[in-house]
C-alpha cells in the first residue's frame, strides 16, 4: 500500500545546486496521491475542536479548502500582502533574504475562534508563526498547525514549541 511519501517527488539541485527539493505537486497531479494526502491531514485532526480551518498561502489553501468542505468548516486565506479585497489585518516576518508580509481578512476570525493552521511545508517555521500571530490578533485561538511535508533538520517545529505540530511525513536533511 502506498503513503503519502510515495507520491513525493524528491529534485536534486532546484532552485539552485546543492538544493533538495520536495516536490508537493506530484501529491497534487495523481487522484489517489491528493486523496491519500488529505485523508492523512485529515487523521491529524482526529479529537481536535476547532471552529475553522486557516491555509496559508498558496498550497496551505489546496489542502486546507478540501479539509475544511470535508469537516463541513469555513476556510480562511492567509495571502501575500495586498490580495485580499475587504479590510486585513498584516504581519511581517524575516526570510533568509528579507522580509515578507501576509494578511488576512479582519472578519476572517472571530474571538474565541478555535483555528487549525495548515500549510504544505514546515521548514524553519517563520510563515506560519506570522499566520499564527494574525489569528491571535484577531481573538482567535491556534489550536492545531498541520502540514503535509516537515524537513526536520531546519526546526520549525522547536520554533513553534508554543504550539500543537503535526505533519504527515518529515525528511531529514540530506
Request: hydrophobic share 40%; proline share 4%; net charge negative.
Amino acid at each position: 500500500m502506498k503513503t503519502v511519501a510515495d507520491y513525493i517527488k524528491t529534485i536534486p539541485d532546484f532552485p539552485k545546486p546543492g538544493i533538495l527539493f520536495r516536490d508537493v505537486t506530484s501529491v497534487l497531479d495523481d487522484a489517489e496521491g491528493f486523496k491519500l494526502a488529505i485523508d492523512e491531514l485529515d487523521k491529524l485532526l482526529d479529537g481536535v475542536d476547532y471552529d475553522i480551518i486557516a491555509g496559508v498561502e498558496s498550497r496551505g489553501f489546496l489542502f486546507g479548502a478540501p479539509l475544511a468542505y470535508n469537516n463541513d468548516k469555513p476556510f480562511a486565506l492567509v495571502r501575500k500582502k495586498g490580495k485580499l479585497p475587504r479590510e486585513t489585518v498584516e504581519e511581517s516576518y524575516s526570510l533568509e533574504y528579507g522580509t515578507a508580509t501576509i494578511e488576512l481578512h479582519k472578519d476572517a476570525i472571530k474571538p474565541g475562534d478555535k483555528v487549525i493552521i495548515i500549510d504544505d511545508l514546515i521548514a524553519t517555521g517563520g510563515t506560519v508563526e506570522a499566520a499564527a500571530k494574525l489569528v491571535e490578533r484577531l481573538g482567535g485561538e491556534v489550536v492545531k498547525m498541520i502540514f503535509l511535508i516537515e524537513l526536520t533538520d531546519l526546526k520549525g517545529r522547536e520554533y513553534l514549541k508554543n504550539y500543537d505540530v503535526a505533519s504527515v511525513v518529515q525528511y531529514e536533511g540530506e
